[in-house]
């Protein structure tokens, strides 16, 4: 099991950051790929940003952007409209055969 699947099973969304050229890999790895360094883990830095949404039997989806590198799919909580280009928060994720993740609002950007 990868860091990455290790982390997200502890409810914290982790990032491999290159100690050598200090760039985030992202899809997830053991080694950067950008220049093959050793990578450190680290938490990720919020707020996300919105990039699509959408609507279906009572739930949205949507996927959210982190440090303009990162880039997820999950569900978003409560009762909003979210909208492209709004600022959103992690409020839980987990692992379970596959990455799962809820997003909640940053402050009333929804």
């Known amino acids: 099991m990868s ?21 985030v890999t992202w899809p997830p790895n053991d080694f950067c790929s950008h220049c093959f360094g050793s990578l450190s883990w680290r938490g990720i830095k919020e707020p996300g940003i919105i990039v ?29 409209e979210p909208k492209p280009g709004a600022q959103i928060r992690v409020i839980s994720c987990s692992f379970d055969d596959s990455p799962k993740f809820t997003f909640g609002p940053e402050k009333s950007d929804l």
Not at 5 to 20: H, M, T
């Open 3 to 23: 860091v990455f699947e290790s982390e997200l099973k502890k409810g914290r969304f982790v990032v491999g950051e290159c100690s050598k050229c200090q760039k």
């Open 52 to 80: 699509e949404c959408s609507s279906k039997d009572g739930r949205t989806f949507c996927i959210v952007e982190f440090e303009n590198t990162v880039r997820v799919m999950g569900t978003i909580s409560g009762n909003t």
